[in-house]
């Protein structure tokens, strides 16, 4: 499949590469083609990788996946255009994070609403898909590696565009247990669960941990 990478950064890598050695085709984005990380990402990653802005990322993809910082995702999705990601699965792993005043960041948006339900908003004929937020990439794309099956999560508004990601997620990724949440409000949750994580990734000294949900 044809995929598209908007953001140049750790999460755009990581996914990008593992999209990649997975067989797919990936377009790495960014605000400006030949971006120095985005071309040393093809050249790392191979053939079927190459770059360009996020318009020509997501005009050659199939599916997109929002991996810019979450206080410019929309700025950023404005860029790429809805001529060029209409009627698309967007996967967007992005948290509103506002680091303007240090280290822990605060959301800049919460509570009554998220950046999944703002990006969806602006692009309505997007199926806007939240997902993989709530770990760090490296366990995104490889949660085998911890030392139990934990948990992840998708919301949005289009159920067929929910169980292509759960598909890429479980056969592609590794993930043994995804939960669906419902409808795009569901990222409030998610996006909420990041001052948690942040407190969590101080205390345990590492970002590669996650959360298992357990019952009765
Ligand atoms: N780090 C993790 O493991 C992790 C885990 C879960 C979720 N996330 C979320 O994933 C997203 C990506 O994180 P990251 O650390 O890989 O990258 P990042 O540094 O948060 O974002 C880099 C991307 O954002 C774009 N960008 C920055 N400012 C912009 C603006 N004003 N207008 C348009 N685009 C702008 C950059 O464009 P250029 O390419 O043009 O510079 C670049 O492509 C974030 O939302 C983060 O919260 C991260």
Known sequence: MKIAILGTGMVG???????????HEVRMGSRTANN????????KAGARASQGTFADAAAFAELVFNCTAGTAS??????????????????????????????PPTLSVSNTDSLGEQLQRAF???????????????????????????????????????KQVTQLLTEGFGWKRVTDLGDIAASRG????????????QSQGTAEFNFQLVRA
Do not use: H, I
Request: charged share 20%; net charge positive; hydrophobic share 50%.
């Open 74 to 103: 929309l700025e950023a999705l404005k860029l790429t255009g809805a001529r060029n990601l209409n009627g698309k699965v967007l996967v967007d792993v992005a948290n509103p994070l506002d680091f303007s005043k240090g280290f």
């Open 13 to 23: 890598e990581t996914l990008g590469g593992k999209l990649v050695a997975l067989g």
């Open 124 to 162: 309505p004929e997007v199926k806007v898909v939240k997902a993989l937020n709530t770990v760090t990439c490296t366990v995104m794309v490889n949660p085998g590696m911890l030392s139990a099956p934990t948990d992840t999560f998708v919301a949005g508004n289009d159920a067929g565009a929910k």
């Open 36 to 43: 120095e990380k985005a071309v040393a990402w093809t050249q």
């Open 190 to 201: 998610l996006e909420m669960l990041l001052p948690l994580w942040l407190r969590l990734y």
